[in-house]
């Protein structure tokens, strides 16, 4: 029995030794050590680092040393090399595993809020005005701050699966709108077969490619939302194991712990151009292949409506909600266009161009104010909507208005094409950005739609 407690207490001397030989600053064994006046010793590089900003204090009890020149602890020098000896004669499991205040050799008995690091009592006094709790109430303490944390990682994780269905819903309605817009190219091309077969090839090709492209690029996306959540998942796993660690362990821990429960990268963003660009495909087709079929140019997409029944589309950015607007295909920043709507007998209805940027996830008064350049109908009275309404003084229903926009000069006009082309209102403005045309056709089935004009061809 004697022989065996010998052997336990020859076991911890090592540690208390290495101890002694551990810089305070690096919390390794001392390398150079050098002697302060105050008695306290460090490696030199340590000191040389601590002594880099204005004033040179001791690490340790932060005692004045400016003008003060350290000497080299040779004695601590050769008592570290004789350890490092021994410890290597004695093998990797001779080194005590307790943990004791480097400084103090006392173990720990309380934690510093401030400096987030368990101390014994004889460091109270290097710790004046901090908060100091029981080692318990620490551990509470961070664990209540990591749970947080947790709560925050566990709400992406939620966040995350949501837009994935997001994604998962937009890549079918992405196959919907391939099936529809590949309906139609075949209805179109059919008719005209004869002289199109070749054109047909290119664009169901074009809108293959487009479909796989924007497909590929979703897929991707829900594959690194997947691993996102397999992550977030894992870290939080591990912040939780690691949180029901025994209370000094999980204190020594904490700081670390505390910046491997971050997660560095950005949320998932719903990207503005991930469905397929209909206007492109299918958007007045025929039209745009009228240099070998202009007898036979229709106009696709050149009505809009409002609809009794709710359509299942996805909430991607371009779509106005709750707004009941629809923006052209095509948007100008420059140079002179004109097109002419058909408005009929619709008893309420805006027409005109709009700035790119204009709000489409809520509610906004129509106004020149808000970027919205409109003239519209409504309870019989037909407005030039600018901040405070003008009211537009017209003979007859107007039936068919012509919108006449010049970028470069900053105006555009509206006129009355079925009263002998009566000018109705001129907006003026330095437009500073993208318009596109903006159709609002009311809360009604009568359509507004957009008349195709005359085709000249001019041959040099």
């Known amino acids: ?52 900003g204005p004033g040179q204090n001791c690490p340790v009890c932060r005692k004045s040393c400016d003008g003060e020149q350290p000497i080299s602890n040779r004695a601590l020098m050769d008592a570290t090399e004789s350890f490092q000896k021994e410890k290597r004669w004695r093998g990797p499991n001779a080194i005590s595993n307790v943990r004791l205040c480097n400084l103090h050799r006392l173990a720990f008995q309380l934690y510093c809020v401030k400096d987030e690091e368990p101390v014994c009592v004889d460091c109270v006094p290097l710790h004046r005005a901090h908060e100091l709790l029981p080692l318990n109430e620490g551990t509470r303490l961070c664990q209540e701050e990591l749970t947080i944390k947790v709560n925050i990682l566990e709400e992406k994780v939620e966040t995350f699966k949501r837009m994935k269905n997001k994604y998962s819903n937009t890549v079918d309605f992405m196959k919907s709108q391939a099936e529809q817009a590949e309906k139609q190219i075949k209805a179109e091309f059919e008719r005209l077969r004869q002289v199109l077969c070749v054109e047909e090839a290119a664009r169901l090709k074009a809108l293959a490619d487009e479909e796989e492209d924007k497909r590929s690029g979703m897929e991707e996306r829900i594959s690194s939302l997947t691993s996102d959540i397999a992550a977030l998942t894992k870290l939080v796993q591990t912040v939780k194991r690691e949180m029901g660690a025994e209370d000094l362990t999980f204190l ?25 660009n209909m206007a ?39 779509r106005f909600d709750p707004c009941v607007f629809v923006l052209g295909a095509e948007g100008f920043r420059s140079g002179k266009q004109c097109w002419e709507v058909h408005v009929g007998d619709n008893p309420k209805w805006i027409l005109g161009i709009c700035k790119e940027s204009v709000a489409r996830k809520r509610k906004f008064t129509v106004s020149t104010d808000r970027g919205v350049w409109t003239i ?13 309404r003008t009211v537009l003084v017209v003979e007859s229903r107007p039936e068919r208005i012509r919108v006449k926009l010049n970028m470069d000069k900053g105006e555009v006009s509206f006129w009355d094409t079925g009263n002998g082309g009566k000018h109705l209102c001129t907006f003026k403005h330095k437009f500073t950005e993208r318009v596109f045309p903006i ?22």
């Open 1 to 52: 029995m004697a022989e065996c407690g010998w052997d336990e207490e020859m076991s911890e001397v090592p540690s208390l030794l290495q101890e002694d030989l551990t810089c305070p600053v690096c919390k390794d064994l001392y390398r150079g050590p050098v002697l302060l006046s105050c008695s306290h010793s460090f490696c030199k590089d340590c000191l040389e680092k601590c002594w880099k």
């Open 252 to 276: 020594q821990n904490f700081p670390a712990l505390k910046k491997k429960a971050q997660w560095p990268r950005e949320d998932p963003q719903n990207p503005s151009d991930a469905l397929l």
């Open 280 to 318: 492109k495909h299918v958007g007045s087709l025929g039209y745009s292949i009228w240099k070998s079929m202009q007898a036979h140019v229709t106009c696709n997409l050149a009505s809009v409506r409002n609809s009794p029944e709710r359509q299942s589309l996805p909430d991607n950015p371009e």
């Open 376 to 388: 519209g109908l409504s309870k019989g009275v037909y407005n030039a909507l600018t901040g405070e």
């Open 439 to 460: 159709f609002g056709p009311g809360l009604h089935t009568t359509p507004m739609e957009v008349k195709p004009a005359k085709v000249t061809i001019h041959t040099a």
